[in-house]
């Protein structure tokens, strides 16, 4: 026979076996706060009493009642464990999870799939359950109706802090990017000194914000060095599409990811052209589709782990009355043989 499901115990329990009232009970939860102190020989009385029936709060309603539960939740809205891409978000999680450890914080990593299979609302039936945590650090792209119910969880008060630069009109968000405008324009500036005098920055058909911005940084590096160069965001890196490059005079490319290099390199080398010789080239950051660059590739590495860090350091900083901010961090460059002087 099963035996009965123990009751959970509850604060009223708690209050009636300490001898106290139960609003005592739920001061000593939050930490001593309110009008009324309250005697420590009281405080660990009520601590007793919990650890003997085996009190555990109800952080659910300690958050709708409007206190906080020291939980900060991490929401994606694609998964983040699939092969295709669990090295590009672990360092991200790993940097979150350190440092809400060390600022002893619990994390609520939200996994609810969306009704058709698609990405991760944030509202069901009118409600999010982001709103179980103090806080929340986001990660992910954006369309216009994620915008508008991330727009609306803002509104709410619900403190975020979003892991990449995103723009939410109509409302103030905080965030953690890399400086991606900077380091395109160093990788530019090798190419430069080798020699490129015509370059093409290479990107996808659709520029988020971290592609707008090395696509900014790299318009700003030709200005800086006078050299001449092209935006293409051509919808397939076909073998005419290279042959038209390379035939007007492109040296030197700054690929937007590694997918896009791979495309070129093997349209290139179907026409006999080959990196380092006929063409040089660098990735404009870590590898998103495969678990790493060929060790000759030039490219830069984001700081994934420290914007991790940072995003919790930004949040905790929210829930104690900061204004929204955003943090730049630099990103470190790696030189490859993929640059060399042209012919």
Known sequence: MTPARRKRPTQREVAERAGVSQAAVSQVLNGGGGQVRIPDSTRQRVLQVMADLGYVPNVAARRLAGGHNRILGVFTYEPVFPSSTRDFFTPFLQGIEETAAEQDYDLLLHTRPAVSGGARPLYREGTSRLRLADGTVMLGQ???????????????????????????????LSYVTADYAAATGQGLAR????????????????????????????????????SFGEVARPTEVTGTF?????AAGVTGLLMENERLAKAWIDAAAAQGHHWPVQYSFAVLGDPIYSGELPAEWAHFRIPRLAMGRASVG?????????????????????DGRSIGAPE
């Open 242 to 246: 290279v042959a038209q490059q390379l």
């Open 314 to 334: 930004l949040l905790t900083g929210g829930l104690g009355g900061q204004p929204p901010t955003s943090v730049s961090l630099p990103c470190e460059w790696v």
């Open 142 to 172: 954006l369309d216009d109706a994620r915008r508008d119910d991330l727009r609306r969880l803002l509104g709410e008060g619900h403190p975020v802090v979003f892991i990449g630069r995103r723009n939410v009109p109509g409302a103030e």
């Open 191 to 226: 190419l430069v000194a080798q020699g490129h005098r015509r370059t093409l920055y290479l990107g996808a058909p659709v520029g988020h914000e971290s592609a707008l911005d090395r696509e900014q940084g790299y318009r700003e590096g030709l200005h800086r060095s006078g």
